[in-house]
């Protein structure tokens, strides 16, 4: 009887920890979107489809701690008419860079 309720103990565990690392990754796009959206403004552009899109996740050691380097691509435009292509790097919460496609074949990089 004891090998189902550790059996069903496992699944909740496995379910719980799938729940916060959902919840954890639509907060890490919330905030970049957010930064995307910012960094936009600033430069007087409009950020495209009002979204940004993961493109890549791996660990990676910060200090002490292990945190997700997680990659976010995003799509603007400078004059209303060309599309341009930008990317977000984020640490954990922590934007370590931010850089846009430039008219020019150049990146602005923040």
Same mark, same amino acid.
């Not at 496995?14 to 979107?33: G, K, M, T």
């Not at 007087?44 to 945190?67: C, E, F, H, I, M």
């Given at each position: 009887? %004891? +090998? +189902?309720?550790?059996?069903?103990?496992?699944? !909740?565990? !496995?379910?719980?920890?799938?729940?916060?690392?959902?919840?954890?990754?639509?907060?890490?796009?919330?905030?970049?979107?957010?930064?995307?959206? =910012?960094?936009?403004?600033? @430069?007087?552009?409009?950020?495209?489809? @009002?979204?940004?899109?993961?493109?890549?996740?791996? $660990?990676?050691?910060?200090?002490?701690?292990?945190?997700?380097?997680?990659?976010?691509?995003?799509?603007? %435009? $400078?004059?209303?008419?060309?599309?341009?292509?930008?990317?977000?790097?984020? =640490?954990?919460?922590?934007?370590? @860079? !931010? %850089?846009?496609? =430039?008219?020019?074949?150049?990146?602005? !990089?923040?």
């Amino acid at each position: 009887m %004891s +090998g +189902g309720l550790d059996g069903a103990l496992g699944a !909740i565990l !496995i379910v719980a920890a799938l729940a916060l690392w959902w919840h954890w990754s639509l907060q890490a796009r919330d905030l970049a979107r957010h930064r995307a959206r =910012l960094f936009c403004k600033q @430069q007087g552009w409009q950020l495209l489809d @009002q979204t940004v899109a993961l493109a890549s996740v791996w $660990p990676k050691r910060d200090g002490d701690n292990l945190r997700l380097r997680r990659v976010y691509r995003f799509d603007f %435009s $400078p004059d209303g008419g060309a599309r341009r292509h930008g990317e977000l790097v984020m =640490l954990g919460r922590r934007l370590l @860079q !931010i %850089s846009a496609e =430039l008219e020019d074949g150049g990146r602005l !990089i923040e």
